[in-house]
């Protein structure tokens, strides 16, 4: 039997793309709103998302942070204060696109799609919390504390704004890792009796990519793969439950 199209009122393809065009004009919006109110204070957060290194080298004799560029001290609170009013602005932005792409989905989809959605944000904010309370800290204090004895630490503040946004979003997108593991199984690319039989290399590969991101040492690479291969068993749980219960729904 033919399985029914979830909206047989279809809309023609000129009011989509006006639709898309709306939704992108929202989203863009969202974020110029945000950009405009949080510029003014792009000081002080420049300030708050250096603070885990400042702590770091105030007691060091000749250790700051200086600007090497001669527009640095303007580019990169403009800079850090247009990626926060991304990040800000980034469960509104799901919220168009979801809104965008829901009509041509079936009932039990939009049941799935929306924690889908709200856990993905809640999990990319994890990720940028868990960088910024506990990575950043033991990067920087890695770093400064290494220096050959004579070497004045002066950091500049482009980089280390690259460098953390960098860590932010490498760690959002790696607190994914439920995310991924659930679709992949969902999508029929892998099974999840395949992906527990593979725990061992699963495991291993954590601390690997633990290694490349986080200083050398063991606890630091600790402290990113464990909660990474924790997450990949929370998926892994996700994706031998909740199928069942949809594929009872799917229309005939």
Request: charged share 30%; proline share 10%; aromatic share 10%.
């Given at each position: 039997m033919t399985t029914p199209n979830p909206n047989e009122h279809a809309m023609p393809l000129v009011e989509h793309l006006k639709e898309l065009r709306d939704r992108l004009l929202k989203s863009v919006l969202s974020i110029l709103i945000l950009f405009v109110g949080l510029y003014f204070f792009s000081g002080e957060m420049y300030l708050i998302l250096v603070e885990p290194l400042n702590a770091l080298i105030?007691?060091?004799?000749?250790a700051s942070l200086i600007a090497t560029g001669v527009a640095s001290p303007f580019l990169v609170p403009l800079k850090l204060a247009f990626v926060m009013s991304a990040l800000i602005a980034m469960p509104?932005?799901?919220h168009q696109v979801w809104g965008f792409i829901a009509p041509a989905l079936y009932k039990h989809e939009r049941k799935l799609a929306i924690p889908l959605f709200i856990t993905s944000v809640i999990l990319f904010y994890s990720g940028v919390a868990f960088v910024y309370f506990v990575v950043l800290p033991l990067v920087f204090g890695f770093f400064t504390g290494t220096g050959p004895e004579g070497i004045n630490i002066m950091p500049d503040i482009s980089n280390v704004l690259d460098f953390c946004l960098k860590m932010f979003f490498s760690f959002g997108i790696a607190f994914e890792i439920p995310i991924a593991t659930f679709l992949m199984v969902r999508a029929g690319m892998v099974s999840a009796?395949?992906?527990?039989?593979?725990?061992?290399?699963i495991f291993v590969g954590c601390f690997v990519i633990g290694m490349l991101?986080?200083?050398p040492d063991v606890i630091s690479q600790s402290i990113l793969a464990i909660p990474m291969y924790a997450l990949f068993e929370l998926g892994l749980l996700m994706s031998r439950f909740l199928p069942k219960a949809v594929k009872e729904e799917d229309p005939k």
């Open positions: 105030a007691d060091k004799e000749n509104y932005i799901l009796q395949s992906l527990g039989e593979k725990r061992p290399y991101l986080t200083p």
